[in-house]
């Protein structure tokens, strides 16, 4: 029988963990489908490795690991994916707002032939309105980068091994796994879900956390900012020339040009532009030096694995 890896990022998830492995396990044996379920914890502040601790005691069919510290959740995922003994892997919130059931579906498509099997909200649940507004314009701007429409896309999704395996063997440092996965290709197929609400606890992503992620994947995916700079730099250009093409009018026609507060606007103008394109490709450049510096992307502190042996 194949077997199903269901990996499970945490970050302060203490008061889900062991309700994920009981509905995900009393699930996996309902549709009698042979999983394991590897929670990684992410370098949490709570108690969330004790509780994976005692879900790995209550449940044979979970492993845990643990960060040395917060790495974020791109690295999680690549932890499981990288731990995962199945012929094909599920990745899934620890707060089971990605409703569980729809891994069922999932996995009757990969059975049928499908190599990846993306899961897109039919509807954002109760989200904010600003953060709506933020996500949309993130999404649009990862878009028009990349050719994929990824409006409704999640980290909620089913990868054959050979998607898997062919994830693995990028060699970037800075990984975007919802972007990553379109990019890979395979035969694939989309599930629409509704969002559920928590059960227990609290976001962990605050604003802050959001735009830091958000410009992460934007600058590790795509070339979007320095093309937007490029852009600007262009209508600069053009208005350059038609005040240059007024100043000549000016000049031969004997008319003076009052320009005092022109040219302090426009050296305001292009000093804020030339410092926020050295920003950006600060930015890249500081990237690029992450990436020739090779560390790991994760440290593995402890495992129920060791601990069991």
Request: neutral net charge; glycine residues 6%; proline residues 2%.
């Amino acid at each position: 029988m194949p077997l199903l890896s269901i990996v499970i990022p945490a970050y302060n998830e203490d008061k889900m963990v062991v309700k994920a492995a009981e509905v995900l396990t009393q699930l996996m044996e309902k549709e009698k489908i042979e999983a394991e379920l590897i929670f990684i914890n992410d370098g949490s502040k709570d108690q969330t490795w004790m509780e994976i601790e005692r879900a790995s005691k209550l449940f044979s069919n979970v492993k845990g690991l643990s960060f040395s510290r917060n790495f974020g959740k791109e690295a999680a995922i690549l932890a499981g994916l990288e731990h995962a003994k199945g012929d094909c892997c599920v990745v899934i919130d620890c707060d089971l707002q990605h409703p569980p059931e729809t891994i069922i579906q999932m996995y009757s498509l990969w059975q049928d032939g499908y190599e990846l099997i993306e899961g897109v909200k039919a509807s954002r649940g109760s989200e904010g309105k600003l953060h709506g507004f933020f996500s949309k314009s993130f999404y649009r701007l990862i878009n028009r980068a990349t050719g994929f429409d990824m409006s409704k896309s999640s980290d909620f999704k089913l990868l054959d091994r050979k998607v898997i395996d062919a994830y693995l063997r990028l060699p970037e440092r800075k990984l975007f796994f919802r972007a990553l996965s379109y990019w890979l290709g395979f035969k694939s197929i989309e599930v629409e879900y509704e969002v559920q609400d928590r059960l227990a606890g609290e976001t962990k992503w605050s604003f802050s956390s959001l735009v830091k992620y958000a410009l992460n994947n934007i600058t590790s995916f795509s070339t979007a900012p320095m093309q937007i700079v490029t852009f600007v730099g262009f209508v600069f250009f053009l208005f350059a020339i038609v005040l240059g093409i007024q100043s000549m009018i000016n000049y031969f026609s004997g008319q003076s040009l009052a320009g005092f507060t022109t040219v302090i606007l426009l050296q305001l103008g292009i000093g804020s532009l030339i410092m926020m394109s050295l920003g950006i490709m600060g930015y890249y450049i500081s990237k690029i030096y992450e990436e020739v510096k090779r560390r790991p992307r994760y440290i593995v502190s402890v495992s129920t694995e060791n601990e069991r042996k």
